[in-house]
């Protein structure tokens, strides 16, 4: 069976507006299950891909200090 993951993740948010977006994220993050983490990277590749230089470094910065504060 040939499942492409990302369409199928987008093709489930594609009709959604802001607040539902938003309730997917939180409610990914909060149940904090492993299955979830691929939507979240799929709706984090779009960011990135519709963000420009500036954003993309802020964003890196955000996830550099972060990823030290997890020690």
């Known amino acids: 069976m040939d499942l ?3 369409k199928a993740i ?3 948010v594609s009709d959604n507006n802001a607040d539902q977006l938003e309730a997917t994220i939180v409610d990914a993050i909060q149940n904090g299950e492993e ?3 691929p939507g979240l990277g799929v709706l984090f590749e779009l960011i990135w891909k ?3 230089e500036t954003e ?6 955000i ?3 972060s990823v030290k504060n997890t020690h």
């Open 10 to 12: 987008l093709s489930n």
């Open 4 to 6: 492409n993951l990302r």
């Open 56 to 61: 993309k470094e802020e964003m890196i910065t």
């Open 50 to 52: 519709n963000s420009d």
């Open 35 to 37: 299955k979830m983490l």
């Open 63 to 65: 996830l550099e200090n």
